[in-house]
């Protein structure tokens, strides 16, 4: 590209502010053209016969036994999907594609943080998914039992994850960026029976020891009998008789024929923990046949990929699931080829995603609002050092974006020319449940769109009466769907109690906020529930609450999630101290940070501490959230009167006043 032909900072600026008023952006017709979905026939069929058309979409799969009925629901809020049938994830992801030819494709472009590339194909995953599936069965893994998987963003994961699959073992990943003790409690709710995991992770040019900090709990969970430490960086790492196995020489010594285990279409595929309205988190329970039909679907139509054209990158860590949807099952289902990338997006500098983008010459690429915000910030001369014209599509997951945003992810990566789908979805729902099909859907810059097709969505009022166009209420899903969360592990009770019990066991309580305005589309607006979402992140108020208590000054906590210009929400926390000190000054601020980070991740450490003397309380006791959000993000203050002790909000109040300033 010419620099002639770069617009200025400020032209971009302006323009996109010219745009701000702009509603509607049609798929462009170069798009449109192509598009798979290029009309509104496939929704209006599914809206016929919901159940009829997503049988027609299992039929995209590869099933060793056909299954002969749609949908159970003589037990709801517990639907089984395609029942009698019987299939294969990693043999869906991988065998397939290799009986018919195309072993060489490659599946993952992997880049390492330090510029490493891995050209995986099809072959090379099928040949080690096989033989460490071997490796897990001989370690006794049998189908059911629970595997958790610790490992940053290497092909290894994607071989782990299938591996476990083949076997029938639901997979347990952990979120790499999570403690040893946010992993060893998912390893004991989950009741694992083996990790897989690395010696060390690289970030930003650093090495973290993860193997030493998990062998600090593994003593603890005697229900993990094996541990399998892929070598990352090579560093020396204790490992245990018995117990511990490297994974290039497990791998190396196992037998390379494994056949794919014919599984009920209702076998559980994955449990991955999600963070709820109390301190523990939510294992939600992800089963075979339903889920890979949602999965393949969205795929395919929401990103209109075409296997023999498209290089996709879903810039999203494997441990969430946006990565388990749309980094492998997903992709690998449809065939595709695509990007999978270890680092950071500014390492080793500002410029690498799309650096990758031209160098692999990805034409689809979905990320998160919270990604853009931090790109817009870095400036435009980042995208604009590199040729983006093979891009065609975007997306975006997590939060709602704002409409800045949008124009910017519009204009400077998609060049005018690529259709953006914001989608809306969950841990819970599996896959992507509103957004616009964008060869035939316009789209409206800060609404997700519409429900896929052979989906419901609807605003409820507390009672569950559709709220008019336009007004705010509670967003419900209000038909079941295949990729739908079957179960909380273990857990039947929660499960009902936190999706079932609001209005009835067949409307799905989201725990969101939305808006359906008057042509259909819905506006999401937020969690309803005590989560935060921190860059497209879920997290428990009471756990990051349960986490600073546990610090030996700390009397009591009460966290909120406040707006942030950079990461949609941030956390804040209000602290009393044990004793007579309420504050407690820039050292304990930095230790509590620390301690946090340390119980959790530390992309739950609060953004702002603030210390007081007492917390607003219901007279029942519980804390009054609401009106600490007002005071954090200087509003008026809602209604005070059931406050037990009124006066605290003044003390309150007067404390952020003075923080203003
Ligand atoms: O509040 C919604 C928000 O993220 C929540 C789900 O979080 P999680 O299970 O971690 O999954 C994130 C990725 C699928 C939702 O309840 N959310 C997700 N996507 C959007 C969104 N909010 C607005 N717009 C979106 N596109």
């Avoid at 509603?23 to 462009?28: L, S």
């Avoid at 595929?269 to 039909?293: D, E, M, Q, R």
Wanted: with cysteine; proline share 6%; glycine share 10%.
């Amino acid at each position: 590209m010419e620099a002639t032909t770069k617009p200025s900072a400020e032209q971009v600026e302006r323009e996109i502010g010219e745009q701000l008023d702009q509603e509607t952006f049609d798929p462009p017709s170069g798009f449109r053209d192509k598009a798979l979905i290029g009309d509104e026939s496939e929704p209006e069929a599914a809206a016929r016969d919901p159940e009829a058309w997503w049988a027609k979409q299992a039929e995209a799969l590869d099933w060793f036994e056909e299954p002969d009925q749609v949908l159970d629901d003589s037990e709801a809020p517990f639907y089984k999907w395609f029942v009698g049938g019987k299939l294969n994830a990693s043999h869906n992801a991988l065998d397939r594609h290799v009986e018919a030819g195309r072993g060489d494709r490659v599946a993952f472009h992997w880049r390492g943080e330090e510029g490493e590339e891995r050209d995986v194909t099809y072959a090379d995953l099928l040949r080690d998914v096989k033989r460490l599936a071997n490796v897990l069965k001989e370690r006794g893994i049998q189908p059911g039992d629970v595997v958790g998987i610790f490992l940053p963003m290497i092909p290894e994961v994607a071989v782990a994850m299938l591996a476990c699959a083949r076997i029938g073992a639901p997979h347990n990943v952990v979120f790499g960026g999570f403690s040893p003790d946010a992993v060893k409690e998912r390893m004991e709710f989950s009741e694992a029976k083996g990790l897989i995991t690395v010696d060390c992770a690289r970030r930003k040019g650093k090495a973290a020891d993860i193997k030493p900090a998990v062998d600090a709990f593994l003593d603890d969970v005697p229900s993990i009998e094996t541990v399998v430490v892929v070598r990352n960086t090579g560093a020396d790492v204790p490992m245990k008789e018995g117990r511990d196995l490297f994974y290039d020489e497990a791998i190396e010594a196992a037998g390379e024929d494994c056949p794919a285990e014919p599984l009920d279409a209702e076998h559980p595929l994955y449990v991955l923990y999600t963070s709820g309205s109390t301190a523990k988190p939510k294992g939600i329970l992800h089963t075979t046949g339903g889920y890979l039909t949602g999965v393949a679907w969205t795929t395919k139509h929401v990103f209109d990929l075409k296997p023999d054209e498209d290089v996709f990158w879903c810039s999203a860590d494997v441990g969430w699931v946006t990565g388990h949807s749309y980094i492998v099952y997903g992709p690998l289902m449809c065939g595709m080829t695509s990007v999978m990338y270890e680092g950071a997006p500014d390492y080793p500098d500002k410029d690498i995603w799309w650096e990758l983008c031209e160098r692999y010459g990805v034409t689809v690429f979905y990320t998160a609002p919270t990604a853009i915000r931090a790109c817009m910030k870095w400036g435009i001369s980042h995208p604009q050092k590199h040729d983006l014209s093979k891009l065609r599509l975007l997306g975006t997951v997590g939060e709602p974006i704002n409409p800045k945003a949008w124009l910017w992810y519009w204009k400077l990566i998609g060049g005018e020319r690529c259709p953006i789908v914001d989608t809306w979805w969950q841990t819970e729902t599996g896959h992507i449940m509103i957004t616009t099909l964008p060869g035939a859907q316009y789209a409206k810059p800060g609404s997700a769109g519409k429900p896929l097709p052979g989906l419901e969505a609807a605003v409820l009022d507390e009672e569950g009466n559709e709220v008019p166009a336009g007004e705010q209420g509670l967003l419900a899903l209000r038909r079941p769907w295949p990729g739908m969360l079957r179960t909380l592990f273990k857990d039947d009770e929660r499960f009902k109690e936190t999706y079932f019990s609001k209005w009835d066991e067949t409307t799905y309580f989201v725990g969101d906020a939305a808006r359906k305005d008057k042509d259909g589309y819905f506006w999401i607006v937020g969690r309803v529930d005590d989560v935060v979402n921190v860059s497209g992140h879920r997290l428990s108020t009471a756990e990051v609450e349960s986490a600073i208590v546990a610090h030996p000054r700390v009397a009591e906590a009460a966290v909120i999630g406040q707006q942030d210009e950079d990461t949609g929400q941030s956390i804040a926390a209000f602290v009393i101290l044990e004793g007579e000190d309420s504050e407690g000054g820039e050292a304990l601020e930095k230790e509590l940070r620390e301690h946090v980070a340390q119980r959790i991740g530390k992309l739950a450490r609060p953004k702002r501490i603030i210390w007081t003397a007492d917390v607003p309380k219901t007279r029942s006791g519980k804390i009054m959230r609401r009106l600490l959000r007002d005071i954090a993000e200087g509003r008026e203050l809602g209604d005070v009167t059931t406050l037990r002790e009124p006066g605290v909000m003044k003390d309150l109040e007067g404390k952020f006043a003075g923080e203003e300033e």
